[in-house]
């Protein structure tokens, strides 16, 4: 500030403030400023953002996949022949100027942009919808960007938006262009790779898709060539005056709408996605997208998406408030901030899948990434994590997730006496770990699925599922009754916090494992196993210091040490009653003691968090210290300070040297579903969209659909 003032007159040094304050000065930031805002975010392959804090100068900034590589995404609007850049436009020369960003706003499922360009406005709405229990809607690996203008007298309007080839993760690319019916579809593909294979944690095999259909009288054009020569041929005449050139690497595929004269609101939708056929590599059989049982090709597919699009409008419209308001209900607005931003996140770690050769629709599969941290296949402390949002929205996806799981192991491939860690050390190659070398995380894994597998019956009342495995996890449970009290140095979940002997967290969830163990399968002499170890470990303060004011991090005798025992959580959400609520009490005070700038830390010896498990254990507390939680996590969310897709894992506390508020490692994985910890507490589908919901009759939602569709247009 002196430097400037220096510099500058003081008449000049105000007026170059008043210039950079008018950048922001008008954006309004709805119902917080995220790290990022998630644009297309569906699957691991299609996960497109924007991180919050460029957002203010959206027309000139670029788009990002979660791992941070730019990815060209552009959109103009053009009125009465002046062209706005709205987004993406990073070299404009003349041919465009940026729209003013007036407002940003998150939901639930989409992301919303409403800018100014001269006498109009123009709002940029993002939505990956999200729809478990429509098996054919979840699947299409599609997202939409709808614009629509709001012209207050009659203004010529035309809208322009192109994709380049990073998309496609490689430098050597094609593109095709095709039609169905008025759909215009471009698709770009690397070229000379093998299937399966990726590259900085994008697909290499597959084919990003580009698409779009004319709306009533909007007139839609297709041009693919250098980005500079088809966005300064949109400004100058509102259309392509070029035929298809030749495709080089590097250019753009665009489609423009001419929408002529409008007054008053009008908009456009484009589809942007990326397809697998073979999308899934499990134990050597492909499996491909649900979807593919009713639209074989891409350009079916994503026409159908196109179609598509009221009805799912109509439910994510329903999802968004019935989100928000069950949140806020449940614990606040800075709750509610929190899960709206998690729940694209969270489902954009699944594929739903059918096998490829018979594309069988009775034997779907769900397999999730662990993103960021080392791209395993079904990893089981992945799925324990997330799962509160499987329980609130749909719990079948427990059962679709542990299923590939379950297989493996009762076929025999696994012969060490606990749960295997993973089925496939990179995703998307599910193909086991018969080497037997899959991360041993013994009492981890065991308990995660005993608690699992009951959480899933609990919820549907379906025993059959469970009752298949019955032989398979008493086996599971016996390794607990024998090796979970004196515990040998392991890993639990949090692997960067190394491993120990005898950690009272996993000696917890071991008991709360038998117990649900005891309750799903009758065996009442499990769940005295379980009580037992309860006593021991709290009654008898074996996993205490000896007043009880806390659990220990490692036991015996370190009653100076702690961690969040969050394993307490499934005990409190599936009524198991393993332990007494004064263990629970006990936390609701000593938390407090141990609070950092941004929250509390995974256990003593850590400066970072976890937000999914923060959030677990916040549903063991009062109100008063769960409140406490779940503001330091939405402190962190909104800090200003992050870029990354929502990181579960940040500094919380400056005691050991470093910045709080910063993400560590950490981005765009699912297990933020944890965050549904609190709201997961009103019950297992909570949050359903019953009306639309259409699981059993997998093949005939559509119609269904366009029902409730029509149905939403007509209101
Ligand atoms: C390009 O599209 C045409 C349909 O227009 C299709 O027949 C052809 O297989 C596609 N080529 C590639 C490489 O995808
Ligand atoms: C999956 O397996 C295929 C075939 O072995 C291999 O080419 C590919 O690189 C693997 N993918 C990943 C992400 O490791
Ligand atoms: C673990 O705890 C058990 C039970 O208190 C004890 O016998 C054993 O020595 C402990 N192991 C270690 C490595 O401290
Ligand atoms: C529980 O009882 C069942 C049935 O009698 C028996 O098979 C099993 O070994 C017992 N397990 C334990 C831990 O006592
Ligand atoms: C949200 O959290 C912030 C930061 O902890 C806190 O200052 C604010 O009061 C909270 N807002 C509400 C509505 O609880």
Redesign the pocket.
């Known amino acids: 500030m002196y430097r400037l003032s220096a510099r500058l007159g003081v008449g000049q040094c105000l007026a170059f403030l008043l210039s950079v304050l008018s950048v922001n000065a008008g954006v309004d930031y709805e119902p917080a400023l995220p790290p990022s805002y998630p644009l297309a975010v569906r699957n691991p392959y299609l996960s497109t953002w924007i991180p919050g804090n460029v957002v203010e100068n959206l027309p000139t900034s670029t788009p990002q996949f979660w791992t941070g590589q730019d990815l060209t995404w552009s959109i103009i609007g053009r009125v009465d022949g002046k062209a706005y850049s709205l987004m993406g436009v990073s070299n404009s020369g003349d041919a465009t100027v940026p729209a003013q960003v007036q407002k940003a706003e998150y939901t639930t499922t989409h992301s919303l942009f409403t800018l100014s360009a001269g006498p109009v406005k123009f709002t940029l709405d993002f939505l990956s919808p999200v729809s478990p229990s429509n098996y054919l809607r979840q699947s299409l690996p599609f997202s939409y960007l709808t614009v629509s203008v709001s012209s207050p007298g009659s203004h010529d309007i035309q809208v322009y938006s192109d994709i380049g080839d990073e998309w496609t993760g490689s430098m050597d690319t094609d593109r095709n262009f095709t039609t169905q019916e008025t759909t215009s579809v471009f698709t770009l593909f690397a070229e000379n790779v093998a299937t399966y294979t990726e590259v900085n944690d994008m697909a290499l095999w597959g084919e990003v898709v580009f698409a779009s259909k004319p709306s009533i009288s909007s007139k839609l054009s297709a041009f693919s060539g250098p980005a500079g020569r088809a966005r300064s041929d949109f400004a100058q005449h509102g259309t392509f005056t070029a035929q298809q050139s030749q495709w080089n690497p590097g250019e753009v595929v665009a489609l423009s709408h001419d929408l002529g004269r409008v007054t008053g609101s009008r908009s456009v939708n484009f589809a942007v996605g990326y397809v697998r056929e073979k999308a899934i590599n499990y134990l050597g059989t492909p499996y491909t997208g649900y979807y593919r049982s009713k639209y074989p090709t891409t350009a079916e597919a994503v026409s159908y998406f196109l179609d598509d699009y009221v009805g799912a409008l109509g439910e994510s419209t329903e999802l968004d408030s019935k989100v928000s308001a069950k949140a806020t209900a449940v614990a606040g607005q800075n709750y509610s901030d929190i899960v709206t931003l998690s729940v694209r996140q969270a489902y954009a770690g699944i594929d739903l899948t059918i096998p490829y050769d018979t594309l069988d629709t009775s034997d779907p599969l769900a397999f999730i990434k662990e993103i960021s941290s080392d791209g395993n296949v079904n990893t089981v402390d992945i799925i324990m994590p997330a799962f509160p949002i499987y329980y609130v929205m749909d719990p079948d996806y427990i059962r679709l997730l542990l299923e590939p799981v379950m297989r493996y192991m009762a076929a025999g491939r696994w012969h060490l006496p606990y749960v295997i860690h993973d089925i496939g050390s990179s995703y998307p190659n599910a193909t086991g770990h018969d080497d037997q070398l899959a991360e041993p995380m013994p009492i981890e894994e065991t308990g995660n699925l005993m608690v699992l597998t009951y959480a899933y019956t609990k919820a549907t009342g379906d025993t059959r599922w469970a009752a298949q495995y019955t032989g398979m996890l008493?086996k599971y449970?016996?390794y607990l009754?024998h090796n979970s009290i004196n515990i040998a140095n392991q890993l639990s979940s949090n692997d960067a916090a190394g491993p120990l002997p005898n950690e009272t967290n996993l000696a917890i969830k071991a008991a709360v494992g038998l117990k649900a163990f005891g309750k799903l399968s009758g065996?009442t002499?499990?769940s005295d196993?379980g009580d037992e170890h309860a006593k021991i470990f709290y009654t008898d303060k074996l996993g205490t210091d000896p007043k009880k004011t806390h659990f220990v991090l490692e036991y015996p005798d370190m009653p100076s040490t702690w961690k969040t025992p969050y394993n307490l959580y499934p005990d409190v959400l599936l009524d198991l009653e393993t332990f007494p609520k004064s263990a629970y009490a006990m936390g609701s005070k000593f938390f407090q003691t141990v609070r950092g700038e941004y929250g509390v830390a995974l256990d003593n010896r850590q400066d970072w968090a976890k937000s999914d498990w923060n959030m677990w254990l916040a549903g063991t507390f009062d109100t008063t210290t769960r409140d406490q939680f779940v503001d330091d996590l939405w402190a962190f969310m909104t800090n200003g300070l992050n870029t990354w897709p929502f990181s579960d894992r940040y500094i919380s506390t400056s005691d050991q040297g470093n910045k709080p508020g910063l993400g560590v490692l950490c981005k765009a994985r699912p297990t933020v579903g944890g965050h549904l910890a609190l709201l997961a507490l009103e019950g297992p589908g909570s949050i359903s969209l019953s009306t639309l919901s259409s699981r059993s009759s997998s093949n005939g939602d559509a119609e269904t659909l366009n029902a409730e569709g029509l149905k939403a247009e007509d209101l």
Do not use: C, F
């Open positions: 008493q449970a016996d009754v065996l002499n499990y196993v």
